[in-house]
Antibody
């Protein structure tokens, strides 16, 4: 069965960095685009970034552009999110999710359980 | 302010029917990008409920249905059950933003 397991969250000071990982299993990881979506405490879902199946194309929300970098290692079935220059408003649960069709028309059909990032001094 | 607008809350008694709306614009829903719906139970990750405007993934009861017209979409839940109490989010693509967007979410309360 499809499994996505995030890790790497924690408490970090503003301006510092953190790297999230998402370990995938149960499907051919290298054939699916993957997304990061976050949810601030008590708030709704916010799309963060997407990466194509081969890692050649990446797109970001304006709120994280220039600070966050999405990447993947298909040999290890792992998705990453490098988060630099973290701000207090980056505090969220971060979910990785699979893109069913790898297109703008695609739903996110499987989600991980999330990893919590808290940015605080 | 979310690009896709949903009512903050809806409620209904067990067995009743509720409708959750999702209003977008000509750069997302109106541009014919598919709308998807997710259910998020308290303390859980979101789960795909409806994809491609009207389709249910395997295992989702037919009490849940979706529709789309113009720049809006709707999620209809019939025969409300206590277990349906959750947050519901619509999701689409926005060509002006060149990115994916979610509605602000709707909290469903089963009375």
């Amino acid at each position: 069965q499809v499994q996505l397991v995030e890790s790497g969250g924690g408490v970090v000071q503003p301006g510092r960095s953190l790297r999230l990982s998402c370990a995938a299993s149960g499907f051919s990881f290298n054939t699916f685009a993957m997304h990061w979506v976050r949810q601030a405490p008590g708030k709704g879902l916010e799309w963060v970034a997407v990466i194509s199946s081969d890692g050649s194309n990446k797109f970001y929300a304006d709120s994280v552009k220039g600070r966050f970098t999405i990447s993947r290692d298909n040999s290890k079935n792992t998705l990453f999110l490098q988060m630099n220059s973290l701000r207090v408003d980056d505090t969220s649960i971060y979910y990785c999710a699979r893109d069913l069709y790898s297109s703008p028309w695609s739903p996110l059909d499987y989600w991980g359980q999330g990893t919590v990032v808290t940015v605080s001094s | 302010q979310s690009v896709l607008t949903q009512p903050p809350s809806v409620s209904g008694a067990p067995g009743q029917r509720v409708i959750i709306s999702c209003t977008g614009s000509s750069s997302n829903i109106g541009a014919r990008y598919d709308v998807h719906w997710y259910q998020q139970l308290p303390g859980r990750a979101p789960k795909l409920l409806i994809f491609g405007d009207t389709n249910r993934p395997s295992g989702v009861p037919d009490r849940f249905s979706g529709s789309k017209s113009g720049t809006s979409a709707s999620l209809v839940i019939t025969g409300l059950q206590a277990e349906d109490e959750a947050d519901y989010y619509c999701h689409s693509y926005d060509r002006s933003l060149s990115g994916w967007v979610f509605g602000g979410g709707t909290k469903l309360t089963v009375l």
